[in-house]
């Protein structure tokens, strides 16, 4: 592969603005063609000029109605999956996903903050952000924390008058826009006897071991895969663990940041809010959208039940 003097030139600025921003150590090897990994969430000590994003509220109905966010716009990830059985949690397709979001005036390049419900929701800031990554919105993140960190920390920052320590115009490098953060469900099951991808089960370890609470059609997990219920990545306070609390929590389950990771959940929802996090760490992690709701409906497809 020839590399251009101003290719280079670019990867030395971008690797600059990473040290500024959000250092992350190497992980993974990257798939050909594909730029450095943006975060996909944020936290309330980010310095970036919130007042430049679109707010996309996604908290339940009730917590809208309780605690408005003026000028938001209001969408939920069901509106951007499909629901009919067995396909139940597939995203959408990709041109369906993308009219639904330019129908709220939203465009690729716009910078979109997600708000969720954050512990007492499901993940489902995790899965819009996925969703429109997905779509090629690059420019799309949650924040940690959800509405609790907007209402006490955005809104007052956002208000105050100093000054921005960075561009409003500053954007994060765009990912490449063939670049699928998913996976589906036929080259999973081709991986299985190889072991190519760890898998990390990311509902509660009642469904690990064989209940179905939420529709599944046969309980149990997918064979190999490692109980990591996805609330166990928040601390104490409801924010996301830091990088070494996680990488430490997925080192004891026997995980290695080298190797690619497919997480799956009932229909694709919290799982891919873990995907984001191990993304946003450095791990090459898979959102498994059709999840339970698409495996466990096929009965020639394995599954195990216990620890």
Known sequence: ????????????????????????????????GETQETPWFLSKESSLPFTQFTILDVRSSLQRWKNKVPGSKVISWEELSRTDAPHKGELLELKLVRKRIYDLGIKENDSILVLGDGTGGWGEEGRIVWSLREAGFSQAFWLDGGFETFEKEIQKKTNSKSES????????????????????????????????????????????????????????????????????????????????????????????????????????????????????????????????????????LPLETGN
């Open 165 to 300: 320590n960075i561009s409003s115009t500053t954007k994060f490098p765009k990912p490449n826009s063939n670049l699928s953060y998913g996976i589906q469900k036929e080259e999973l099951v081709k991986s299985l006897p190889s072991k190519e991808y760890q898998i990390l089960d990311t509902r509660e370890p009642r469904e690990y071991i064989g209940a179905t609470p939420y529709g599944e059609s046969r309980g149990g997990h997918i064979p190999g895969a490692k109980s990591a219920f996805y609330q166990e990545l928040f601390d104490a306070k409801g924010r996301i663990k830091s990088k070494a609390e996680v990488e430490l929590y997925l080192k004891r389950l026997g995980i290695q940041k080298e190797k690619p990771i497919v997480a799956y959940c009932t229909g694709g929802v919290r799982s891919a809010f873990v995907v984001g996090i191990l993304r946003t760490y450095g791990y090459n992690a898979y959102n498994y959208a059709g999840s339970m709701w698409e495996w466990s409906h096929d009965p020639k």
């Open 1 to 32: 592969m020839k590399v251009f003097c101003g290719y280079g030139i670019y990867l030395f600025s971008l690797s600059l603005f990473w040290a500024f921003w959000l250092p992350l150590s190497a992980g993974p090897k990257a798939q050909s």
